[in-house]
């Protein structure tokens, strides 16, 4: 299905800052132009599910939340970054393995099952993009993902 990303990005993040602690803050940079793109809409609407509820899950109070939307002639590249606890380096690329939760995560009694990522990387892959992890421990993670465009075949830009 072909849809403008910018639009649809911006309703995800609607739906969560109506429904979100009133201790965190949600900043958005996407771009004002449309970026259209043939995605599975619902799918993709699962991995920033995944990503954004553990965003929310793991921020401090006070902590702000950044959604961030660039594009280039390949891809989007979709980030979402927090505030809180943060991941080891080491720990980094565990965190996309099923039932992968780090000690932080379960010493501090965070629900949850540790597949939420695990099915995020598998529908960016089925959308042939990547997914990935940076973070500063005790500064915050930032979770990212590409989606190629994949213009067609002498399609005129
Ligand atoms: P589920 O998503 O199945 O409810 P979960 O959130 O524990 O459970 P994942 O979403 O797959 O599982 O995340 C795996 C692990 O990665 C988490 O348990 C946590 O240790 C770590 N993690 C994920 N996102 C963050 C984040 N934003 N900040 C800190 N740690 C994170
Ligand atoms: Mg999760």
Do not use: C
């Not at 505030?83 to 939760?101: C, P, Q, S, T, V």
């Not at 089925?126 to 067609?152: C, D, M, Q």
């Amino acid at each position: 299905e072909r849809i403008n990303f910018v639009d649809f990005f911006h309703h995800v993040i609607d739906r969560f800052e109506m429904n979100k602690r009133e201790d965190i803050a949600f900043e958005r940079y996407l771009p004002k132009e449309e970026a259209f793109i043939s995605i599975d809409k619902d799918k993709i609407m699962q991995v920033l599910d995944n990503i954004i509820s553990n965003a929310i899950k793991y921020s401090p109070d006070g902590g702000t939340i950044r959604f961030r939307l660039r594009k280039d002639s390949q891809k989007l590249l979709i980030s979402i970054s927090d505030e809180g606890m943060g991941i080891a380096y080491e720990k980094l690329d565990k965190i996309f393995e099923r039932f992968y939760r780090t000690d932080k995560a379960r010493t501090r009694k965070l629900g949850g099952t540790g597949l939420g990522l695990a099915i995020a990387r598998d529908l960016v892959e089925a959308h042939h993009g990547v997914i990935w992890a940076e973070s500063k421990e005790g500064r915050g993670t930032t979770v990212l993902f590409t989606i190629p465009l994949n213009r067609k075949r002498g399609e005129v830009r």
